[in-house]
Nanobody, 121 residues
Framework: QVQLVESGGGLVQPGGSLRLSCVASGSIASINGMNWFRQAPGKQRELVAAISSGGTTNYAESVKGRFTISRDNAKNTVYLQMNSLKSEDTAVYFC???????????????WGQGTQVTVSS
């Protein structure tokens, strides 16, 4: 019924940039908050950035000043612009969206499948 599909991951050198995208599709009535998480090998999944339906943003301390989250409500898409990348940013990045479906009257979280970001020289 609903799909969240991430793209834009890849291999980049330290100091480089990547832009991740996540598109939500399906029987969506509305989208509330949208988030980016990441999970490095052997570590717990952590919240990287969040954006509300009104555009308010929040960031993990480790990425403040380097990452920017944004969204295009007309396209049901959330972006993560990542600059000045470091080796410790290497992880699988997941998007999550709080959605209300046309067939339901509740807000639920939906996850994408993840996209790998590797920062290495």
């Amino acid at each position: 019924q609903v799909q969240l599909v991430e793209s834009g991951g890849g291999l980049v050198q330290p100091g480089g940039s990547l832009r991740l995208s996540c598109v939500a599709s399906g029987s969506i009535a509305s989208i509330n908050g949208m988030n980016w998480f990441r999970q490095a090998p052997g570590k717990q999944r952590e919240l990287v950035a969040a954006i509300s339906s009104g555009g308010t943003t929040n960031y993990a301390e480790s990425v403040k000043g380097r990452f920017t989250i944004s969204r295009d409500n007309a396209k049901n898409t959330v972006y993560l612009q990542m600059n000045s990348l470091k080796s410790e940013d290497t992880a699988v990045y997941f998007c999550r969206a709080a959605l209300t479906l046309t067939t339901q009257d509740v807000v639920r979280f939906y996850w994408g499948q993840g996209t790998q970001v590797t920062v290495s020289s």
